[in-house]
C-alpha cells in the first residue's frame, strides 16, 4: 500500500449520508523522526500500515485512506471499530517491547455519526470528531466519543479514563473525551512502575532519568507530571495506575515529606500491597538530598516502617541507583532483601522554621515539648479537663473532631502529662495498622494485645493466654488482666487513635468496642482494671450498629474540638510576628473558617512573606494556591468512592443546607469536608465549597 494512495470507499455508500464508526490514527512526533531518519521512518510506518489494513480486514471494517502517518477507517460496528484498534495498539506494544528501536507510538480516535461519502473524499461530523479526538489521545491510547462509549462500555476489559468534558475545535459545546489504555503484552520480567516526585529539582530530572532507563529496558514507567494529559480525570488515573503498579518507586524530598499527596500515595500503596497475593506494589524510596537521619511526619514515617530506603546526593549516584533498580525487577528482589537492617527513622517535629506537618505526632517527649507548644492554641477548659480527668482510676476520654483539627495533639499533650505523673502510656493509630488484621476479630485482638505489649516492652506470651475454647473476647481481657496489667505497677494510659478505621469492619467494631466498655465499667468494682485509662480518638460520630449499653462512645468525658475563633487566629497571627488588627485576618477566617491546619498553613507562608494575603487569598481555591496539595488529596480519596463525591458536590454546589444519608453525612464530616448541624450539612468553609463545585461539577 503507498503511503498517500486514496483507497476505495464502501460502493453501497458512495454519495450517500449513513452512520458509521470512524477511526483516526497518527503517528507521534512523526516530524522530528521523519527529520532524524527519513528512510527509517518511512520503512516502519509501512510496516505498520500494512499491520493495520490486515487487521481492519479481519474485524470487518475498511481503510478508506492513508493521510500522510495516518489513517482513515470505516466500520459499521463501534464494538469492531474498538477490538480492531485494541488489537492495533496491542500489537503494536508487542513490537515496541521487543524490538523498542523499531517502534512508532501511534494515537487513535474513534467517533459513530453521520458520515458522506462523496466522490473521492469522506466528510461530516464523524470524521471531524474522529480527527479532533485521535489528537487527545496518549501515544498508545485510544480516546473516544461518548456515543461509542455507550456502545461498547459493557463489554470493555481494558481500561477506560474519564477526561472530562474537552473543548474540541469546530464544535461550539465541549464534549465527553474517554480514554482506553489496552493492556501491553506481558512478560516475566516485565514490571509496571509508579514514579512518585515532586514538580521540583532536582526530582524531576531524577525522575525523567529514572523514566527513560526504565523504559528503554522494556518496563512500563508512570510519571504523573509527565503521563497526565492537561484535563484528564487525573484522581482515577493516578488509583488506575497505583492498583496497576507492581513497584511505587517513590523519590522522598524534604518538600515530599511534608506533602498530603505523596503521603497519601504511600498509604494507598500500603493498603493495595496488604491486600494483594503477591504483595504488590513494593515500595521503593529514594531519599534525594534528604539524608536518612531527616524525619518525616508520622503517618508516613509509620507507613514507611521497616522498608529499606537509599539515598541519592548528586548526578553521580544516579547510575547506580537506577542500575540498582533494574537489578531488583530483573531477580524479583526488594530493598528489604538487601540489607539486613531496618532504617531507624526519626520522627518530625512541627518547628517555628518549618511549614506545618500533615499528621500530628502522639507523644511528645520532654526535649521536644517547648518547640512544639510554639504554635499550640489552648481551647480552654479542654485540657485541665483531661488532665484531672486522666488522673482517675478507669477513666475514659473521648475526643472526637474531623481531620486535621488538633485531636491527635491533644491526645500527645494527655499523655504526656500522664508521663509527667509517672504513668505508663502508649499511643497506638489504627490508620497505620495493616489491613490483614482486620480479617477476623481473632486475629485483631491478637494484634492488639501484641502491640500494646511490645510498647510496654513486655515478652510475647500470648501462645499462654490464648485457649480457642474461651473465645477471643475473653483471651484479650485475660492477657490483659493477668498479664500486661499485672506486670505493670502504675497506671497504663492507652491512647486509641483513628478508631474510625475499624469502624469499615463493623464484624469487628462491635465486639471489640464493646470489649472497652466491659473493661470501663469493670474498673468501678475491681482495682486491676482501675489501672487501665483510656483516651479513645475519632473523626465522626459512630455509624455502627452498636447496643447503647455495650458502647463505649456514650460514657466517660466527651470532648469535641470545634474550629479557631476569631480571637484564638489572631493571637496565632500575632505568634508568627505577624502584624495587623483583628479584622485584617477576618478575610482568612472566611475562606478557611478557622480550620486550624489550614491557619497554620496561611501564616506560615505569609510570616515568610512568600505571599501576600489578598493573593494568597485570591489563589487559595486553585491549583497554583498553597492548598494545592492539601485540596488534591481530598479530590482523590472523593474519587475513590463515587457516593461522596456525589454527595460533596450537592452540598458544594448551592449555599443551602441540605440533607444527606447519615452514614454519608458522617463520612464527610470525618473528612473534616463539612459541618453537620443536625441533619442538615453545609461546606465546612468557602475554601472547601469553591474548589468542590469547580472540580467534582468537571469529573
Wanted: proline letters at 6%; one cysteine or more.
Amino acid at each position: 500500500m503507498n503511503l498517500m494512495e486514496n483507497v476505495t470507499r464502501p460502493s453501497n455508500l458512495r454519495g450517500e449520508r449513513a452512520l458509521a464508526a470512524i477511526v483516526f490514527t497518527d503517528v507521534v512526533s512523526f516530524t522530528a523522526q521523519m527529520a532524524a531518519n527519513e528512510m527509517r521512518t518511512l520503512a516502519l510506518l509501512q510496516r505498520d500500515f500494512q499491520l493495520m489494513e490486515q487487521l481492519c480486514q479481519e474485524f470487518e471494517g475498511q481503510v478508506l485512506k492513508s493521510l500522510g502517518d495516518g489513517l482513515l477507517m470505516y466500520f459499521v460496528s463501534a464494538q469492531q471499530a474498538v477490538s480492531c484498534t485494541i488489537e492495533i495498539q496491542q500489537t503494536l506494544a508487542m513490537v515496541a517491547a521487543e524490538v523498542p528501536e523499531s517502534a512508532l507510538y501511534h494515537r487513535v480516535g474513534i467517533h459513530l455519526g453521520d458520515v458522506l461519502f462523496d466522490g473521492s473524499d469522506v466528510m461530516g461530523t464523524g470524521v471531524n470528531m474522529a480527527a479532533r479526538l485521535q489528537a487527545l489521545a496518549a501515544p498508545g491510547s485510544i480516546c473516544i466519543s461518548q456515543t461509542v462509549y455507550d456502545v461498547v462500555k459493557s463489554s470493555l476489559t481494558s481500561t477506560v479514563t474519564n477526561l472530562g468534558l474537552r473543548q474540541i475545535r469546530g464544535f461550539a459545546e465541549p464534549v465527553p473525551v474517554y480514554q482506553i489504555l489496552p493492556a501491553r503484552p506481558t512478560e516475566i520480567n516485565k514490571k509496571r512502575v509508579f514514579i512518585s516526585y515532586r514538580a521540583q529539582e532536582p526530582d524531576s530530572t531524577l525522575a525523567e532519568q529514572f523514566h527513560q532507563a526504565l523504559t528503554a529496558a522494556g518496563h512500563e514507567a508512570f510519571m504523573a507530571g509527565g503521563s497526565i494529559q492537561l484535563g484528564e480525570n487525573w484522581p482515577q488515573r493516578i488509583e488506575t495506575e497505583l492498583k496497576h503498579c507492581d513497584y511505587l518507586l517513590l523519590l522522598l524530598s524534604e518538600p515530599s515529606a511534608t506533602s498530603e499527596m505523596v503521603t497519601e500515595e504511600v498509604r494507598r500503596a500500603k493498603e493495595l500491597r496488604d491486600t494483594h497475593p503477591e504483595g504488590k506494589p513494593v515500595i521503593l524510596p529514594v531519599r534525594v538530598n534528604f539524608p536518612l537521619s531527616a524525619p518525616l511526619n508520622y503517618n508516613l514515617r509509620g507507613y514507611l516502617d521497616q522498608i529499606q530506603q537509599r539515598e541519592w546526593h548528586s548526578e553521580a549516584d544516579t547510575p547506580a541507583l537506577i542500575q540498582e533498580v533494574l537489578d531488583i525487577f530483573e531477580k524479583g528482589t526488594t530493598l528489604e532483601e538487601v540489607r539486613e537492617t531496618p532504617p531507624n527513622i526519626p520522627s518530625a517535629w512541627e518547628t517555628p522554621d518549618n511549614p506545618p506537618l500533615p499528621t500530628a505526632m502522639p507523644e511528645l517527649p520532654d526535649a521536644q515539648l517547648d518547640v512544639a507548644s510554639a504554635f499550640y492554641v489552648e481551647r480552654p477548659p479542654i485540657e485541665s479537663r483531661c488532665y484531672e480527668t486522666i488522673t482517675q482510676p478507669g477513666s475514659l476520654i473521648r475526643i472526637k473532631a474531623p481531620k486535621q483539627m488538633g485531636k491527635t495533639t491533644l491526645m500527645a499533650r494527655i499523655l504526656h502529662q500522664a508521663g509527667e505523673l509517672g504513668y505508663r502510656t502508649v499511643p497506638l493509630s489504627f490508620q497505620l495498622a495493616d489491613s490483614k488484621i482486620f480479617r477476623d476479630l481473632d486475629q485483631f485482638l491478637r494484634w492488639f494485645c501484641a502491640i500494646v505489649g511490645r510498647r510496654l516492652r513486655l515478652p510475647n506470651q500470648l501462645n499462654d493466654y490464648w485457649d480457642e475454647i474461651f473465645g477471643s473476647k475473653d483471651n484479650c481481657t485475660a492477657y490483659f488482666e493477668e498479664y500486661l496489667l499485672e506486670d505493670i505497677a502504675t497506671p497504663l494510659v492507652l491512647a486509641l487513635d483513628e478508631v474510625d478505621s475499624i469502624f469499615q469492619y463493623p464484624e469487628i467494631a462491635a465486639d471489640f468496642f464493646a470489649l472497652l466498655r466491659a473493661w470501663h465499667e469493670q474498673a468501678k468494682s475491681r482495682d486491676i482494671w482501675k489501672k487501665l485509662r483510656l483516651v479513645v480518638v475519632h473523626s465522626t460520630e459512630v455509624y455502627v450498629p452498636m447496643d447503647i449499653n455495650q458502647s463505649p462512645f456514650n460514657v466517660g468525658l466527651p470532648i469535641e474540638l470545634h474550629p479557631f475563633t476569631e480571637e484564638q487566629v489572631y493571637s496565632l497571627a500575632r505568634l508568627h510576628g505577624l502584624r495587623g488588627e483583628i479584622e485584617d485576618f477576618a478575610p482568612l477566617m472566611a475562606m478557611v473558617g478557622g480550620h486550624p491546619y489550614l491557619v497554620r498553613l496561611a501564616l506560615y507562608h505569609l510570616a515568610r512573606q512568600d505571599i501576600a494575603l489578598e493573593e494568597f487569598l485570591q489563589t487559595a481555591p486553585t491549583e497554583a494556591g498553597f492548598y494545592s496539595d492539601h485540596l488534591r488529596r481530598h479530590l482523590w480519596n472523593l474519587q475513590q468512592n463515587p457516593e461522596l463525591a456525589a454527595a460533596m458536590w450537592q452540598v458544594a454546589s448551592t449555599n443551602k443546607p441540605v440533607r444527606l444519608e447519615s452514614e454519608i453525612a458522617f463520612k464527610l464530616h470525618s473528612m473534616g469536608l463539612v459541618h453537620l448541624q443536625g441533619n442538615e450539612v453545609t461546606p465546612r468553609c468557602n475554601l472547601y465549597q469553591q474548589y468542590f463545585r469547580d472540580r467534582l461539577a468537571s469529573e
